[in-house]
């Protein structure tokens, strides 16, 4: 099986989006990412859902001191404060270098050890420049579940 019929497609980023459209459009699609086109289509950069929280809402201390930081961590109604103002920011300050992407050609078993290979969980479905949506763990994992005659449908 190859990925062209488990691909799920998305709405891409492109220039002047705000970050409230990014985020209802990875969580549509349960993507964590989405991948960021110039105005001929061509995928040029990425924005993520864990980088914008990161950069958002993590400083670095936070961030080495995750493993020990108690229950009652006090930024909490910060990031209530501040959510309306991050969601109406433009994606520009959020930009990173375009993720790893596969043809929609390729078999399930590629995706996977590109993904085990490149440490993430998802990635771009790009055939001959052109993005066509992504494919994630949990959709290959449901792909092979099908595989499996006795479970149930999902």
């Known amino acids: 099986m190859d990925l062209k019929s488990i691909t799920v497609p998305t709405g891409v980023a492109t220039a002047g989006m705000t970050v409230r459209q990014v985020f209802e459009e990875c969580i549509r699609a349960h993507t964590p990412g989405l991948p960021f086109c110039d105005d001929n289509g061509l995928v040029t950069g990425r924005v993520t859902l864990k980088y914008i929280l990161k950069h958002q809402y993590l400083p670095e201390h936070l961030v080495e001191m995750?493993?020990?930081?108690?229950?009652?961590?006090?930024?909490v109604e910060d990031?209530?404060?501040?959510?309306?103002?991050?969601?109406?920011?433009?994606?520009?300050?959020?930009?990173?270098?375009?993720?790893a992407s596969i043809t929609s050609a390729a078999p399930i078993v590629k995706a996977l050890a590109l993904m085990e290979k490149l440490d993430t969980g998802y990635l771009f479905v790009i055939d001959e420049g052109q993005y066509i949506g992504v494919v994630t763990l949990l959709v290959l994992s449901r792909a092979i579940l099908q595989f499996d005659n006795s479970s149930r449908s999902i």
Not at 66 to 75: C, F, I, Q, Y
Not at 79 to 99: G, M, T
């Open 66 to 75: 995750a493993r020990v930081l108690g229950e009652h961590v006090s930024d």
């Open 79 to 99: 990031v209530e404060r501040s959510a309306k103002q991050l969601f109406e920011n433009r994606i520009d300050s959020y930009l990173q270098r375009p993720h």
